[in-house]
């Protein structure tokens, strides 16, 4: 089956233990778009992406990525194909930063000289010094160190990429810089992005759409723009608590 | 006669006593980490099995030396030679901490340093002999250490079944009444331990992870 659609929900929960931690999800994320999970802890934001490259497992409901529903997929295959950034980076410590980026190509058999091909450009495209490549994580700030696990990600240069919170760590000029460097990045690679968040800034910033999840539930699913025209009471609650300015006069506490 | 006139005029024996006593705790600690380590890789993977292979494992710890030397003299093809029996009590003391510390080791392993390589597409396999198991091979060092110190003591009490080494000389020492006999046995027996001891610390500071050999947390685990 062939589908336009990058990554659909079909009435997706999950409750583990009963517990209900995603509740009904349905939603479509086109190819080449930036969809933003928005919500607060226990949401479910993280939830639906772990789901996507099924590091969680959904309870009920169906996931297709490229068409194929998720138990059709091989799950390596699968995640090999998805690029996935966390807060965390999570940088393996005992590898260079070139061993880090090269990890997946290597797995999949590169050639040496190719793999050192591919991890010159990545650090290229992340800004950061090629001569970083044979320095170890602990040697790197929390932006550079962001920076390769961003690289590592599209090193088999992945059709679609997750990402959890990748700019939660850093201090404000950092993120606003790799926010800036994201979005240069996402315009010349046009990937397929899923980006979980819970600042309403950061996703105005970077998202085509925004989902507004709460308590495991989508309440509104809009672009930016409607998203700051929606009169959705958790969606206003949302302005008024990042900028009061993003709801106008009427909307001013 | 001194302890010193002693080891000289005996070093031929000496020398073959410490030689089994090496042999006694190499073997029975290479069996240890055999069957330990994957042991303790098998916890990480089914938690359920965790309370019945640590408890067996702890209980064993608990039972006397001599004992467990007893227990096993009737056992059918390892009962037949004293050394044999030697090697299986030892590799028994041997099992707990290298099951806990590969355990632990693994354990301890940063969980976001695991998400993002399951994430990436690691296979489980994968994810075992490149991530997990190079992070936690400090601590499952220190496993070793820990169990090859604690072996050359106990290996002294295997002279009581026959299996040689130099608890030998202690046994004889104790029979004769003669403390230097018992020191002949004793003194090179702990030197043997303090060299163990150095050399898997050295071994350990060397193999522990880059990120972490500042921290200095890795041996955290050992008992």
Redesign the interface.
Known sequence: MDSAAAIEFHRVSYHPQGEAILHDLSLAIERGETLVLLGRSGSGKTTTLKLI?R?LTPTSGEIRVAGRALPEWDV?????M???V?Q???????FTIEKNIG??PK?ENWSRERIRQRVEELLHLVGLDPQLATR???ELSGGQRQRV?VA??LAADPPIL?MDEPFGALDPLTRAQLQREFLDLEARLGKTVVFVTHDLNEALLVGTRIALLEAGRLVTLNTREEFLRCREPLVIAYRNAFSPDFNGERGRV | MNLWQFILQNHTEVTQLTLEHIWLVGISTLLAVAIGMPLGILLTRWPALRRPILGSANIIQTIPSLALFGFLLPAPWIGARADRLAILALMLYALLPLIRNTYAGIQSV?P????????????DR?LLF??EL??ALGVIIAGIRVATVLSIGLATIAAAVGAGGLGEYIFRGLAMVNNTVILAGALPAAALALLADTGFGWLEKRLR????RRDGYASAASS
């Not at chain 2, 976001?112 to 296979?123: C, F, K, N, Q």
């Open positions: 490259n590091l390596i295959r699968l995640r090999r998805i690029g996935y966390i965390e980076v999570g940088l393996f410590p005992h990890l997946v797995i170890y994580p602990r696990g590592r990600a997750l | 940063d976001s340093v695991v998400e993002a390589g399951r994430g990436m597409g690691l296979t994968q490149q991530v190079p992070l992870p880059q990120d972490t």
